[in-house]
């Protein structure tokens, strides 16, 4: 089970994109403003989660990270919260790694993963 069904409930949608192009973020219509970097979904749309599930579709998207199936992603935000359990300082840098590579991260927190 991938990193989106297993936190989000979903499949990856088919033009999901972990970093969307920021001249094809949809306008908030009622206000006029743009989505603020950390709201957009993974289709461009305005999400509360749209920085985890687009976090998600990064680890999705990494073999590396294919096996790993207690850490839990949130957001704070624009800081990625990252919470559960790996095996090695290792893994842990490069989930750290992968998602501060994702739009809109401007923090990564990893304070709450314990390595086992």
């Known amino acids: 089970m991938g990193w989106l069904?297993?936190?989000?409930g979903q499949e990856k949608p088919e033009d999901a994109k972990v970093?969307?192009?920021?001249?094809?973020?949809a306008d908030n219509s009622e206000s006029g403003e743009t989505i603020p970097l950390e709201r957009v979904g993974l289709n461009g749309e305005y999400?509360?989660?749209?920085l985890a599930k687009r976090v998600a579709l990064a680890f999705d998207?990494?073999?590396?990270f294919d096996e790993i199936?207690?850490?839990?992603v949130a957001q704070l935000g624009s800081s990625v919260v990252l919470?559960?359990?790996?095996?090695t300082q290792e893994i842990l840098a490069q989930l750290v790694e992968t998602a501060r590579?994702?739009?809109?991260?401007?923090?990564?927190?990893?304070?709450e993963v314990s390595i086992v």
């Open 69 to 72: 199936d207690s850490i839990y």
């Open 61 to 64: 998207e990494d073999s590396q």
């Open 19 to 25: 970093n969307p192009d920021p001249t094809l973020i």
């Open 5 to 8: 069904q297993r936190l989000f």
């Open 47 to 50: 999400d509360q989660s749209g």
């Open 83 to 87: 919470k559960g359990e790996v095996a």
């Open 101 to 111: 590579g994702v739009s809109g991260a401007t923090d990564v927190q990893s304070d």
